[in-house]
């Protein structure tokens, strides 16, 4: 009978320190706002196309890059895009529903083709934006790519397209604008 107690008790303790230890190791999870907004605007030169419509360029773009949270010092453990959008503007061969594809690439990142169109907006300028069915993939690209750069510190962000309504060589500028939630573990 002793034999039995003693293994009882030896049972209950380890279920008990069991128990007790493991909700020591409970992570704190919060989600916080933060952008990652891009621009040619204030560029020396604009984006050129080449070749009757084709362009191509790059952004070399570091963790500062995103706005509004320390992504260098944070455990981010998710990335979810509150609202992404792509714009190619100033462009004096635009006409509204001219067609536009645009490829996304960036290191580590899956590349996503996306059909853009040129609208006139309220102001009456010319601008080209993603079509409605591929801002889906427009922000799941933006989400992955944002969490590759908040994890790695760096990374660099390609856009290749084509002009497909206008085969004379222009230039336009180019402007991203994003906002995400990034879920962060303490």
């Not at 503007?89 to 001219?98: A, G, V």
Request: proline share 1%; glycine share 4%; net charge negative.
């Amino acid at each position: 009978m002793k034999k039995f107690k003693n293994k009882l008790f030896a049972v209950l303790f380890a279920v008990t320190a069991l128990v007790a230890f493991s909700s020591c190791e409970s992570d704190d999870y919060e989600w916080l706002r933060g952008t990652l907004n891009l621009s040619t605007v204030n560029d020396k030169e604009p984006i050129y196309t080449y070749e009757g419509g084709l362009f191509s360029f790059n952004y070399n773009l570091r963790a500062e890059d995103i706005r509004g949270i320390d992504a260098r010092r944070l455990d981010i453990v998710d990335v979810r895009s509150y609202e992404s959008e792509v714009f190619l503007f100033q462009s004096n061969l635009f006409r509204p529903n001219d067609r536009i594809n645009i490829r996304l690439r960036a290191d580590g990142v899956k590349s996503y083709t996306l059909r853009m169109i040129v609208i006139v907006n309220d102001y009456g300028d010319r601008v080209a934006m993603v079509i409605d069915e591929d801002l889906y993939l427009l922000r799941e690209f933006m989400s992955n790519m944002t969490y590759n750069l908040a994890r790695n510190g760096q990374l660099k962000f390609y856009i290749d397209g084509e002009l497909l309504s206008t085969s004379q060589d222009t230039s336009f500028d180019f402007e991203v604008r994003n906002d995400f939630d990034f879920e962060v573990r303490y």
